[in-house]
């Protein structure tokens, strides 16, 4: 089975910093697109980051400059450090892994930025 399992999330001050983790099994973890969404309530789900399997990486504009998204094929997993955090980067924020045939998703983690 593919699994997906977060942590980091929690509540951090507006200009704070969060490190999110995502470890993942089940899979050739270093063969695959890994990608973190989020989604806060009554809005869409946007796509945060992602990060292929030869270390290429794309960013939404909304967080380009303050997100930064790693892997790490030893430990099998993919991080989200998120520096200068806004209010508006509350939200649940999801790890993905798109394999060939489907997107597998995590449970969520909530991160909460106060002002």
């Known amino acids: 089975q593919v699994q997906l399992v977060e942590s980091g999330g929690g509540l951090v001050q507006a200009g704070g910093s969060l490190r999110l983790s995502c470890a993942v099994s089940?899979?050739?973890?270093?063969?695959?697109?890994m990608g973190w969404y989020r989604q806060a309530p009554g809005k869409q789900r946007e796509l945060v980051a992602t990060?292929?399997?030869?270390?290429?990486?794309y960013y939404s504009d909304s967080v380009k400059g303050r997100f930064t998204v790693s892997r790490d094929n030893a430990k099998r997993a993919v991080s989200l450090q998120m520096n200068s955090l806004k209010p508006e980067d509350t939200a649940v924020y999801y790890c993905?892994?798109?394999?060939?045939?489907?997107?597998?998703w995590g449970q969520g983690t909530q991160v909460t930025v106060s002002s």
């Open positions: 089940g899979i050739i973890f270093s063969g695959n697109t």
């Open positions: 993905t892994v798109q394999l060939r045939t489907r997107t597998y």
């Open positions: 990060i292929t399997s030869d270390f290429g990486t």
